[in-house]
T-cell receptor, first 112, second 118 residues
Framework: AQSVSQHNHHVILSEAASLELGCNYS??????LFWYVQYPGQHLQLLLK??????LVKGIKGFEAEFIKSKFSFNLRKPSVQWSDTAEYFC??????????FGAGTRLTVKP | KAGVTQTPRYLIKTRGQQVTLSCSPI?????VSWYQQTPGQGLQFLFE???????NKGNFPGRFSGRQFSNSRSEMNVSTLELGDSALYLC?????????????????FGPGTRLTVL
């Protein structure tokens, strides 16, 4: 089965700083890639997804991610974070037959 | 459409007991997956059911089991509870189809069941 690693456990930024969260996966076949976000006290929700086509995908709230196949990476970016982006972010990799694996998560704290 | 619902929302058990958690997927979704969420471990995949069959399985001991009914509702059972089983158990449904490239991987999560084992 595939595995997912997220490099940062906790990231602390000031408002307006740029964000990049790393995600690498290990799998030999075709994958679908996702970033999910969990705001405090809320359900996990989809931020963005990559299935095929343009490797630069845009999601909600100004987030984007770039799929670099040669590096098995799918890093999440946002040019200017806001206090409301404080949340936990999970990278996920889906293989055939809906086999989905998540990373350990990165907690983002944005200081006002 | 109503979202994924999970019952109960909170549960307190003691070591050695067993527990059953329930999940109702979004209407029309045939795939249900279960995850264990603990601080620092992220979401660990337990298993996925599709059309009443376990299709994918994570690396959990046999104490963790599940099933899916013909209406796609799913239950998860943990027997002989241990302290380390304390966690948030999340259910997610997906409109996944049958075999082939998984264009339906997107998962919709429920609020979870918070299990505390004393």
């Amino acid at each position: 089965a595939q595995s997912v690693s997220q490099h940062n456990h906790h990231v602390i930024l000031s408002e307006a700083a740029s964000l990049e969260l790393g995600c690498n996966y290990s799998y030999g076949g075709t994958v679908n890639l996702f970033w999910y976000v969990q705001y405090p006290g809320q359900h996990l929700q989809l931020l963005l997804k990559y299935f095929s086509g343009d490797p630069l995908v845009k999601g909600i709230k100004g987030f984007e991610a770039e799929f670099i196949k040669s590096k098995f990476s799918f890093n999440l970016r946002k040019p200017s974070v806001q206090w409301s982006d404080t949340a936990e972010y999970f990278c996920a990799v889906g293989a055939n037959n809906n086999d989905m694996r998540f990373g350990a998560g990165t907690r983002l704290t944005v200081k006002p | 459409k109503a979202g994924v619902t999970q019952t109960p929302r909170y549960l307190i058990k003691t070591r050695g007991q067993q527990v059953t958690l329930s999940c109702s997927p979004i209407s029309g979704h045939r795939s249900v997956s279960w995850y264990q969420q603990t601080p620092g471990q992220g979401l660990q995949f337990l298993f996925e059911y599709f059309s009443e069959t376990q299709r994918n399985k994570g690396n959990f001991p046999g104490r963790f089991s599940g099933r899916q009914f013909s209406n796609s509702r799913s239950e998860m059972n943990v027997s002989t509870l241990e302290l380390g089983d304390s966690a948030l158990y999340l259910c997610a449904s997906s409109p996944a189809g049958g075999s082939g490239r998984a264009i339906y991987n997107e998962q919709f999560f429920g609020p979870g069941t918070r299990l505390t084992v004393l």
